[in-house]
C-alpha cells in the first residue's frame, strides 16, 4: 500500500475522532446561542450529545478492528449509514422545528457523512460488497429504520418532563396543596399488607386532609399485574371514593388471583361509579415510577409507609409492625409543622 493509500484510509478515522470531539464540546456545553434550543431535544430520553459520544465511540472501534478484521467491514458500513439516517432526521428538526442551526450539531453531522464518504471511497473491498442486491438493500433498510427509529424517539426534553409532572399529579391523592407526601408501598400478593389495610382504611380521611397521598404497589408477580391496572385506574378516575373502591378490590383479589372479565366492572358499578379503563401506556409508565420511588426511599421490606416534607426534605419512615395510626398521624403532623 503507498503512503498516500494509507493515507486516505485513515480519513474516516479523523473524520469518526472529530465527530466525538464536538460531541463532547456540545455535552460540555461549549455552544452558541443557536444551540440552546437543540440543547433541548432527547433522543429516547437521552440526550443527544450522549447518544453521539457512544455512537461516534462504538464506531470508532468497529473501523479500526475493520482495518484488521475484513469481517467488520460492513457493520462499520451498517454503523456509518445509521448515523446518516439519524443525523438526516434532526437535520429536518432544525430546519423545520427549531428554526436555526446549531454549528457544533452540523458540524457532527458532517463528520458522519465524511467518515461515511470517505469509507466507501476508501474501502474497495465495500465497493466489492456492494455489487450483491442484499447488501444495497441492507445499507437502504438501515438509513431508512434509523431516520424513523430516530423520528420516533425525539422528543423536547419540557415535554418529557411535563408528561413526567402529569403522571405524577395523577397518582396524588388528598391534598394536593400540603408540602407532606406519605407514600404507601404495598403488594397485593403481601399477608402483612393485608393486615395492614385497616389501619389505612380507618386513618385515609386525615392523611389525605393534611398531606398528599400515593398508593405505590411494589412487585412483578402475576397478580400484581393483573390488579395493577384496575387500582391505578380507581386512582386516575375515581379520587373521591378510590378508598371505597380499593377496598372492594382487595376483597376481590383474596379469592382470585386473575381477574374475570365483566365481574370488577360490575363490582364498580355497585357502587355508584363507573370504570374507565387506563391506557398501557399510562400503566407502564405508572409501574416505572413505583419502581423508582421504591428505589429512592430504599424500601426492602412490605408494607412500608414513608412520609415525607418536600420543601424540607425531613422524612419518616415506618416498617411492618411500626405502621400504626398514632405513629402515621403523629409523623404527618409533626412534618406539616417543619
Not at 28 to 49: D, P
Not at 121 to 141: C, E, M, P
Request: hydrophobic letters at 45%; proline letters at 3%.
Amino acid at each position: 500500500m503507498s503512503k498516500l493509500s494509507r493515507l486516505l484510509s485513515i480519513l474516516p478515522g479523523l473524520a469518526i475522532v472529530s465527530g466525538l470531539i464536538l460531541s463532547f464540546l456540545s455535552w460540555y456545553g461549549v455552544c452558541t446561542e443557536a444551540c440552546i434550543e437543540g440543547h433541548k431535544y432527547l433522543m429516547f430520553g437521552v440526550k443527544f450529545e450522549v447518544v453521539g459520544i457512544v455512537y461516534f465511540a462504538l464506531t470508532g472501534v468497529l473501523f479500526l478492528l475493520s482495518k484488521r478484521y475484513s469481517a467488520l467491514i460492513l457493520p462499520t458500513w451498517v454503523m456509518l449509514v445509521g448515523g446518516l439516517g439519524a443525523e438526516a432526521m434532526f437535520i429536518l428538526i432544525q430546519k423545520f422545528l427549531i428554526g436555526h442551526w446549531c454549528p457544533i450539531c452540523l458540524g457532527i453531522a458532517l463528520s458522519v457523512i465524511l467518515a461515511a464518504v470517505f469509507y466507501w471511497t476508501t474501502q474497495y473491498k465495500l465497493q466489492d460488497l456492494f455489487r450483491k442486491f442484499s447488501v444495497s438493500a441492507v445499507t437502504f433498510a438501515v438509513f431508512f429504520l434509523s431516520f424513523f427509529i430516530s423520528f420516533a424517539g425525539i422528543a423536547k426534553e419540557d415535554s418529557i418532563h411535563e408528561e413526567a409532572n402529569t403522571l405524577q399529579l395523577k397518582l396524588v391523592l388528598g391534598n394536593s396543596e400540603s408540602p407532606v407526601q406519605t407514600f404507601v408501598f404495598t403488594s397485593w400478593i403481601c399477608p402483612a399488607c393485608s393486615k395492614m389495610e385497616p389501619t389505612i382504611e380507618r386513618i385515609y380521611d386525615k392523611i389525605s386532609k393534611n398531606s398528599r397521598v400515593r398508593f405505590i404497589d411494589i412487585g412483578d408477580d402475576l397478580k400484581t399485574l393483573n390488579y395493577l391496572p384496575y387500582n391505578l385506574a380507581f386512582i386516575y378516575h375515581n379520587k373521591p371514593t378510590y378508598i371505597e373502591l380499593r377496598s372492594m378490590l382487595k376483597k376481590y383479589a383474596n379469592s382470585k388471583d386473575t381477574p374475570v372479565e365483566g365481574e370488577i366492572e360490575k363490582e364498580v358499578a355497585k357502587t355508584g361509579e363507573k370504570y374507565e379503563q387506563m391506557q398501557y401506556a399510562d400503566v407502564l409508565a405508572a409501574m416505572q415510577y413505583f419502581k423508582d420511588m421504591a428505589t429512592q426511599y430504599k424500601v426492602e421490606a412490605l408494607p412500608t409507609i414513608v412520609v415525607v416534607n418536600s420543601v424540607t426534605k425531613a422524612e419518616k419512615k415506618f416498617v411492618g409492625h411500626e405502621i400504626t395510626s398514632d405513629n402515621i398521624t403523629k409523623a404527618i403532623d409533626s412534618l406539616n409543622k417543619k
